[in-house]
């Protein structure tokens, strides 16, 4: 996630540009005379509307909504050992 620095001054006079980054998942750190004070950063998925995380996966090209027709068979799932998730979570964290 990116970052930027602005001043308290600078953020009043270009809050709309800065919103539009937010928005597109940057964060603004707020400083007073180089201090930082605050940060605006981005709502938390968890917290948006599954329509408007939909929404927001279409904008960034990530997500097209099928028109209704199949364009094509939906592949089987591949098959794999039981329980093969749960090991490789276990390995993951460090756990035997």
Do not use: W
């Amino acid at each position: 996630m990116q970052t930027k620095t602005v001043g308290i001054r600078d953020a009043k006079m270009h809050l709309s540009k800065l919103i539009k980054m937010v928005r597109k998942g940057s964060e603004i750190m707020l400083t007073d005379r180089g201090q930082p004070v605050g940060k605006i950063v981005p709502i938390g998925n968890g917290e948006l509307s599954l329509s408007v995380r939909i929404k927001r996966l279409e904008d960034q090209g990530l997500l097209e909504i099928c028109s209704g027709k199949s364009q094509g068979k939906i592949p089987y799932a591949i098959p794999v050992q039981e329980d093969i998730a749960q090991i490789f979570l276990k390995e993951d964290r460090g756990h035997d």
